[in-house]
């Protein structure tokens, strides 16, 4: 795969696997970024994943721009993708439409199908978790159907509650914790991503594959008594 460097201010440098935004492309950079991480590299600080890029910060005390640009580059060059592992296959359930997914109904009528096609073309996808941002824990994930694809909303909402699922053009993702957003909300999960009174505060980690199911209220309500 062609990759490229490009400095990003005076302590980062960005690594760009091409143009294309795909299971292939994020396996790269979820890879690279392990591999830098278990080498324990003196003088990189950070990576943080993007959808086709891995941004490096690093202390250029401790180790040159040189340098850096010559580590990562033979590490690219030795990592075997055949080798590559994710992490979990999580189940998230999701109670879809009416008040939990105020979107669907518009979802559906911009895509010329019916709610329950939505559902169904939601649910059927394996959706990998390309990387974490926005928010903490917020995946955005990989392997929406293009027949669901839709564009955010013109007015993003001031509250989008913590769970809710939704779509903007074609990625969908989850929010983890209440706040603004503009995507287009199809359901709510009851399951929470992020706890920060947890060891491990996120559900989700790059690599992690996710399978949404659809339930009813009373199985949604039963989920959040038994978390309680």
């Known amino acids: 795969m062609d990759y490229s460097f490009k400095l990003a201010g005076d302590q980062s440098v960005v690594?760009?696997?091409?143009?294309?935004?795909?299971?292939?492309?994020?396996?790269?950079?979820?890879?690279?970024?392990?591999?830098?991480?278990?080498?324990?590299?003196?003088?990189?600080?950070?990576?943080i994943l993007g959808y086709t890029t891995l941004l490096i910060h690093y202390n250029p005390l401790k180790i040159t721009y040189?340098?850096?640009?010559?580590?990562?580059?033979?590490?690219?060059k030795e990592m075997d993708l055949s080798k590559f592992k994710g992490n979990n296959t999580i189940e998230i359930p999701v109670l879809y439409g009416n008040?939990?997914?105020?979107?669907?109904?518009?979802?559906?009528?911009?895509?010329?199908?019916?709610?329950?096609e939505v559902i169904d073309?939601?649910?059927?996808?394996?959706?990998?978790?390309?990387?974490?941002?926005?928010?903490?824990?917020?995946?955005?994930?990989?392997?929406?159907?293009?027949?669901?694809a839709?564009?955010?909303?013109?007015?993003?909402?001031?509250?989008?509650?913590?769970?809710?699922?939704?779509?903007?053009n074609n990625q969908t993702g989850i929010y983890p914790v209440t706040s603004p957003g503009g995507w287009r909300i199809i359901g709510r999960t009851p399951i929470s991503l992020f706890n920060p009174n947890s060891a491990k505060?996120?559900?989700l980690s790059p690599g992690d594959t996710i399978k949404f199911k659809s339930v009813t209220k009373k199985e949604y309500d039963e989920i959040i008594v038994k978390q309680d």
């Not at 978790?129 to 926005?134: A, D, K, P």
């Open 121 to 148: 073309l939601h649910t059927a996808p394996f959706y990998s978790v390309y990387f974490l941002g926005f928010s903490p824990g917020f995946p955005f994930l990989g392997g929406l159907n293009d027949k669901i």
């Open 15 to 47: 690594v760009k696997f091409g143009n294309q935004m795909n299971e292939h492309t994020s396996q790269t950079v979820q890879k690279l970024s392990k591999v830098i991480e278990a080498k324990a590299i003196i003088g990189i600080e950070e990576v």
């Open 150 to 168: 839709t564009e955010r909303l013109d007015s993003p909402r001031n509250r989008v509650y913590a769970g809710s699922v939704g779509i903007a």
């Open 201 to 203: 505060p996120f559900l």
């Open 66 to 76: 040189r340098d850096l640009l010559t580590t990562v580059d033979l590490l690219i």
């Open 99 to 116: 008040d939990t997914g105020p979107d669907l109904a518009d979802v559906a009528r911009i895509n010329n199908l019916t709610p329950d």
